[in-house]
């Protein structure tokens, strides 16, 4: 079954810590996987994509890694502030031989406290 | 830039009732999709538009229906509303629908809140 799951589930950061999400995907064939930063009662925003090709992606404070071997991917997020509460989503596109479908994780939901 | 822009932000039904959610985009984007957020789930595709004139079904199309009206605007409609819809639901659009291989990029609305009571 196509899949993608992450971890943890919630966390909870002084501002100024680091910190790391996990997400693991079973989606088949893969291509590219994705990470969105959802806030509270807005839509998801993209903060990168990382094709089979690519380990390692920056966007500003966030670092994308990406396993395609072991289908783990990581987001790590340097100097949290404020800002960064919001929930992160995996997503993986599955593709269907004409129809499309994104794989979506249930996301973590990140608080970021003074 | 508006993006993908949804209408209304928020809407309480009752069982029974119907209502169209309105989505358009002004990216010129070919491709547009409703998904529906729950708690402790994630996005789940209801329908989808692969380009203007053709719709096609997603995860969970039961209790629904689309109209891609024109290549900007996207409706999602509930003609008879059970409590089981009252979710979170997502407009979004991509230049192509997402395909092994591409990078197509999904923007989305800023959703609609609806409750069926």
């Known amino acids: 079954k196509n899949q993608v799951e992450q971890s943890p589930q919630s966390l909870i950061i002084l501002e100024g810590k680091n910190c790391t999400l996990q997400?693991?995907?079973?989606?088949?064939?893969?291509?590219?996987l994705r990470w969105y930063k959802q806030d509270t009662g807005r839509g998801p925003v993209s903060l990168t994509i990382?094709?089979?090709?690519?380990n390692t992606k920056s966007n500003g404070r966030y670092t994308a890694t990406l396993d395609a071997d072991t289908k783990q991917s990581s987001l790590h997020i340097t100097a949290s502030q404020l800002s960064d509460s919001a929930s992160y989503i995996c997503v993986v596109p599955l593709d269907t031989g004409g129809g499309n479908k994104l794989t979506f994780g249930t996301g973590t939901q990140l608080k970021v406290e003074l | 830039n508006a993006g993908v822009t949804q209408t209304p932000k928020f809407q309480v039904l009752k069982t029974g009732q119907s209502m169209t959610l309105q989505c358009a985009q002004d990216?010129?984007?070919?491709?547009m999709y409703w998904y529906r957020q729950d708690p402790g789930m994630g996005l789940r595709l209801i329908y989808y538009s692969a380009s203007e004139g053709t719709t096609d079904k997603g995860e969970v199309p039961n209790g629904y229906n689309v109209s891609r009206l024109n290549k900007r605007e996207f409706s999602l409609r509930l003609e008879s509303a059970a409590p089981s819809q009252t979710s979170v639901y997502f407009c979004a659009s991509s230049e192509w629908v997402f395909a092994s291989g591409g990078n197509t990029e999904a923007f989305f609305g800023q959703g609609t809140r609806l409750t069926v009571v």
């Open positions: 990382m094709t089979f090709s690519e």
């Open positions: 997400c693991n995907y079973t989606v088949s064939p893969f291509s590219n």
């Open positions: 990216m010129n984007h070919n491709s």
